[in-house]
């Protein structure tokens, strides 16, 4: 069975046999420009900066529409432009961007399937040219507040039993033994542990070893296993939102769930404030050791 809306997801061959053409915008999505698409990207792609150009300037949230309009603009896309998106760390901050997107009504939006570790592994070409394209004007729509969840909303609502939270980061950090992954040591919370109730479904999961998604079945069986199924209202967290994205659209678009939704404050915000409730394994007793 294929997945639910392949529509959203396109081949790196695809992406190859349509690198001159002009209605189609490709993106890269970068946490670390410097490490990846200032090294080598598909040759006239656009860098979208995760943390400059998908962030709110001053406060944490993500772009306001205003800053999605001008972006566009700047890059040269327009609301009839094709938008295929990939990124560094299998995709996460190119399905933050897809999620952004959507909360901002863009539709005609792609991920390509196995990011740029796939494109690279491929030997697929790569150009440090950075390409300029004539600016244009482009309309985003208000805000889709039914695919994003806060920290209100969260509280109100973990705890039903019609709810099913996944926490999507390492075992390690679901469990409270780290606060961060070892890459970002400084992007953590005070408190370690996950939000009662949650399941623990890391994100990479779902994909294989060269990146792309696993198949439909497999992907199905492994979140059917832990009660993560279509008729529960599902949120998906993790550190900052980047990683829940990606398993926001797993299971929206691949899986086709109805209803799911990122909660983008995740573990930082969760784990720091005072008296949240907070889940995690009781310490294992002491080994008695006998003479």
Not at 159 to 165: A, C, D, F, I, M
Not at 264 to 276: I, M, P
Request: with cysteine; net charge negative.
């Amino acid at each position: 069975m294929s997945y639910a809306h392949p529509e959203v997801l396109v081949s790196t061959q695809w992406v190859h046999d349509h690198l001159n053409d002009p209605k189609i915008r490709i993106v890269e999505v970068d946490y670390d420009p410097t490490a990846n698409y200032q090294l080598g990207h598909i040759p006239g792609a656009v860098l979208f900066d995760w943390r400059k150009d998908l962030n709110h300037p001053l406060q944490r949230d993500i772009p306001t529409k205003d800053q999605i309009e001008q972006l566009f603009g700047r890059n040269g896309i327009s609301n009839d432009t094709k938008l295929v998106l990939y990124g560094d760390f299998n995709n996460w901050f190119a399905a933050y961007a897809f999620w952004d997107l959507q909360y901002y009504g863009v539709k005609n939006v792609v991920l390509m399937n196995g990011g740029r570790k796939r494109w690279i592994d491929e030997d697929k070409p790569l150009s440090k040219d950075v390409p300029q394209y004539a600016p244009t004007h482009f309309k985003a729509a208000n805000p889709d507040e039914n695919i994003r969840v806060y920290l209100r909303q969260a509280l109100e609502q973990y705890n039903k039993h019609n709810v099913r939270l996944v926490d999507v980061r390492s075992p390690k950090e679901f469990s409270g033994e780290v606060l961060a992954p070892p890459e970002y040591p400084t992007e953590h919370a005070q408190r370690g542990g996950h939000i009662p109730g949650a399941v623990n479904i890391p994100w990479s999961q779902a994909v294989s070893a060269d990146g792309t998604f696993k198949p439909y079945e497999e992907i199905k069986k492994l979140y059917e296993s832990q009660g993560v199924t279509a008729d529960k209202d599902i949120i998906a967290y993790c550190r900052i939102g980047e990683r829940s994205s990606f398993t926001w659209f797993v299971l929206k678009y691949l899986l086709g769930y109805p209803k799911v939704r990122n909660y983008d404050g995740s573990w930082t915000e969760w784990g720091n404030l005072v008296r949240n409730p907070i889940e995690k394994p009781a310490p294992a007793p002491a080994q008695t050791v006998t003479a």
